[in-house]
Nanobody, 121 residues
């Protein structure tokens, strides 16, 4: 089995920073893309940022210049550094990864349980 465990969410004032982490563990052969999504109440889940194994990254327009995604392949961990947070960034943030559990199967998509980010104005 594969688990994605997020940490780092919390309450921050507008303009502040938070760093989210997501560690993948379990039966893992390789990890392709890793990314972060978020979902605010009443809204659809949306992509925030995604990074490939090679390190290239894509961001939602709403977070460009404020958020930075990075990953440590040796630790199977992805990070999201969030700066200049705005109230509209408040949401549950979910880690996502495309993981191959063997060399001949997959990759399959896995999700973390989510971590709450609250931004006070």
């Amino acid at each position: 089995q594969v688990q994605l465990v997020e940490s780092g969410g919390g309450l921050v004032q507008a303009g502040g920073s938070l760093r989210l982490s997501c560690a993948a563990s379990g039966s893992i052969f390789s990890i392709n893309a890793m990314g972060w999504y978020r979902q605010a109440p009443g809204l659809l889940r949306e992509l925030v940022a995604v990074t490939t194994r090679g390190g290239s990254a894509n961001y939602a327009d709403s977070v460009k210049g404020r958020f930075t995604i990075s990953r440590d392949n040796a630790k199977n961990t992805v990070y999201l550094q969030m700066n200049s947070l705005k109230p509209e960034d408040a949401a549950v943030y979910y880690c996502n990864a495309l993981i191959k559990q063997t060399s001949w199967i997959g990759p399959y998509e896995f999700w973390g349980q989510g971590t709450q980010v609250t931004v006070s104005s």
